[in-house]
C-alpha cells in the first residue's frame, strides 16, 4: 500500500477497477458487509490489477490459466462471457483459448473447459443476435 493511502481509496481504486473487470452489473456488497468482499476489493482488484504494467486483457489471460488448471471451470466462464462482452476478445479467440488449454489441463477436464466456452459464446451471439434485432 502505498505511503498516505487509506482503506477507502484503496476500496474506491479497487471497486473501480472490479467493475472494469466485470462490469457495472456486477454485484458488490457495501463496506462492511462482508470482510471477504472488502479484502477482494482492496487487495486483489485496489493493489494487483490496478498495477499499471499489464492491462486488463493480459491480466485475464493469465487468471483464464490458472482457473483451467484449477478447474475452477464455473469461475473461467464468467471470464470467457466477461472478455466476450467487453470486446477483449473475439468469439474465434475465446476459442482458441479453450483450445490451448485444453493439453494443459488434461482430456478428462476439458469437457468441462469446453463446456464453458461454448456456453458464453452462445449467450453472447444470443444477447447480439437479439440487439441486431431491436435495433433494426
Avoid at 479467440?93 to 456456453?119: C, K, M, N, T
Wanted: aromatic fraction near 10%; proline fraction near 2%; glycine fraction near 8%.
Amino acid at each position: 500500500m502505498a505511503t498516505g493511502d487509506s482503506e477507502q481509496s484503496r476500496r474506491e481504486r479497487g471497486l473501480a477497477k472490479y467493475r472494469e473487470v466485470y462490469g457495472d452489473d456486477a454485484f458488490v456488497f457495501e463496506a462492511g458487509q462482508s470482510a471477504f468482499f472488502d479484502l477482494m476489493l482492496s487487495q486483489l482488484f485496489g493493489e494487483v490489477w490496478a498495477r499499471s504494467v499489464l492491462e486488463v486483457p493480459q491480466r485475464r489471460l493469465l487468471v483464464m490459466g490458472v482457473l483451467a488448471a484449477q478447474r475452477a471451470f464455473d469461475t473461467l466462464g464468467i471470464q470467457f462471457s466477461r472478455c466476450l462482452e467487453s470486446g477483449e476478445l473475439t468469439v474465434e479467440q475465446v476459442r482458441e483459448v479453450a483450445i490451448h488449454l485444453i493439453p494443459y489441463v488434461g482430456y478428462p477436464s476439458s469437457s468441462d473447459l469446453y463446456r464453458v466456452s461454448e456456453v458464453a459464446i452462445g449467450t453472447y451471439e444470443k444477447a447480439h443476435r437479439q440487439q441486431e434485432g431491436t435495433n433494426e
